[in-house]
Structures are given as C-alpha cells and as structure tokens.
C-alpha cells in the first residue's frame, strides 16, 4: 500500500528556509518521476516542482524558480524540498507525490504545514 510521510515543515520568518521531506513506500520508487504540491488555506492544491526518477530534469513553477530546489536521495526513497528565501505566499501544506496531473491523483498524504510569518 503506497505511503508518503511528508515531514520538516514549521513556521520562519520572511526571507528564511525550510527542507521539507517526503518519505515514500508501497511502491518502487526509482520508478517515478516525483512532485512537491501546495495548497494554502482557500485556496486550489498546486504544482510546486517536479524531479525525473534518477534526479533528472528538475521543473519549477515559476513562483518559486530560484528559490526552491527539489532532489531525492533513491537509496532511502525520499523526496526533499530545499525552501530559500520564503515569502508569505509561500504559506501553505506542502505534500510529495508521484509527478501527474493533480487530477489523477487518488491518494494524498498528511502533508507538512509551512508558514511564512511577514
């Protein structure tokens, strides 16, 4: 049964950093491209950044181009999320799942609260 553990979210001021990081199972996970998602409080869950299976071709949305940096470490099956300079409108639940369409995505785990205090 497929399980992600999304963990290393807090609460930092404007301008700090975060690393977020996503613990995967329940499926062979060097077989898939991976994504970190958001959705802050009203508002529609979004595509933060993708990463290929072996840690290629890194895409990111370009309100955190820059600034986040997403990797993955397939000996340990995790995902990471490097958070620099964060903004307020960086203030959301971030989540870790495979890199598809939101549409298609079934399973969400708890995700980990970020707040960016201005």
């Known amino acids: 049964q497929v399980q992600l553990v999304e963990s290393g979210g807090g609460l930092v001021q404007a301008g700090g950093s975060l690393r977020p990081s996503c613990a995967a199972s329940g499926f062979t996970f060097t077989d898939f491209g991976m994504g970190w998602y958001r959705q802050g409080q009203g508002k529609e869950r979004e595509l933060v950044a993708t990463i290929g299976s072996r840690g290629q071709r890194p895409y990111y949305v370009n309100s955190v181009k820059g600034r986040f940096t997403i990797s993955r470490d397939n000996n340990n099956n995790t995902l990471f999320l490097q958070m620099d300079s964060l903004k307020p409108e960086d203030t959301a639940v971030y989540y870790c799942?495979?890199?598809?369409?939101?549409?298609?995505?079934?399973?969400w785990g708890q995700g980990t609260q970020v707040t960016v205090s201005s």
């Open positions: 799942n495979k890199a598809q369409s939101i549409s298609y995505i079934l399973f």
